[in-house]
T-cell receptor
C-alpha cells in the first residue's frame, strides 16, 4: 500500500530558484493538504484542497502556489525560494466523508534553501 | 499567542513508566481532538481520536479531554522503547473536517 507519496525526498536550492514538490495519494481521498514543519513551530498548514478543483490558503501561504491536478495529485510550487522556506514539507490526505480527524501523511520532503 | 500550546520536552522516562503528555488550547469551539505519533524522519500517524469531553482508551493509551479547562492529555501505560517518538496533539472545530490545528509536539524517549 503506497498511501501518500511525495517527491523529491530531499532537495537543496539556491535563493531565487524555483521548484515543485509533487504529492500523490492512492486512497481515493477527496481532501489533500500541504504542511510545513519547523522546530518550535510544529505543523503549519500552507494550502489545502477540500475537493478536486478547489484550493484554499492555510496559515502560511505566502511564497507558495498549489495545483490540484486531479483527485490523486496535489503539487506545491515555490516560485522564488528563500532561506525562510527551509523546512520539512508534508503532504497529507483525508477522505472528507466523516470528520474522524485522520490525516494520512507522506514521509516528507526535506528542503534546504541556501 | 498560539491557539494550541504543547510542551516540546524533551521527555525521557525509563521503560515501564507511565507517561503523561498534555496540550492546552484557547479556542473553545474546538470539538474534535486527536493525538498523532511521529517517528524520526517519518510522517505523523493518527494514534487516538476523541470527540468533545471524556476519556477514550485503546490498549496502553488513554486520551482525556476536559473542555471546561481547555486541556487534553494522553497517557501511556507501561511505556516501551518503541514508544519513543514525537507526539503531536491536534484539534478541529469544523465538521467538514477541512483543517486541523496542531501543537508543536512533545519529543519522548523511553529508555530500556
Amino acid at each position: 500500500n503506497a498511501g501518500v507519496t511525495q517527491t523529491p525526498k530531499f532537495q537543496v536550492l539556491k535563493t531565487g530558484q524555483s521548484m515543485t514538490l509533487q504529492c500523490a495519494q492512492d486512497m481515493n481521498h477527496n481532501s489533500m493538504y500541504w504542511y510545513r514543519q519547523d522546530p518550535g513551530m510544529g505543523l503549519r498548514l500552507i494550502y489545502y484542497s477540500a475537493s478536486e478543483g478547489t484550493t484554499d490558503k492555510g496559515e502560511v501561504p505566502n511564497g507558495y502556489n498549489v495545483s490540484r491536478l486531479n483527485k490523486r495529485e496535489f503539487s506545491l510550487r515555490l516560485e522564488s525560494a528563500a532561506p525562510s522556506q527551509t523546512s520539512v514539507y508534508f503532504c497529507a490526505s483525508r477522505s472528507g466523508a466523516v470528520n474522524t480527524g485522520e490525516l494520512f501523511f507522506g514521509e516528507g520532503s526535506r528542503l534546504t534553501v541556501l | 499567542q498560539k491557539e494550541v500550546e504543547q510542551d516540546p520536552g524533551p521527555l525521557s522516562v525509563p521503560e515501564g513508566a507511565i507517561v503523561s503528555l498534555n496540550c492546552t488550547y484557547s479556542n473553545s469551539a474546538f470539538q474534535y481532538f486527536m493525538w498523532y505519533r511521529q517517528y524520526s524522519r517519518k510522517g505523523p500517524e493518527l494514534l487516538m481520536y476523541t470527540y468533545s469531553s471524556g476519556n477514550k482508551e485503546d490498549g496502553r493509551f488513554t486520551a482525556q479531554v476536559d473542555k471546561s479547562s481547555k486541556y487534553i492529555s494522553l497517557f501511556i501505560r507501561d511505556s516501551q522503547p518503541s514508544d519513543s517518538a514525537t507526539y503531536l496533539c491536534a484539534m478541529s472545530y469544523e465538521t467538514s473536517g477541512s483543517r486541523l490545528t496542531f501543537g508543536e509536539g512533545t519529543q519522548l524517549t523511553v529508555n530500556p
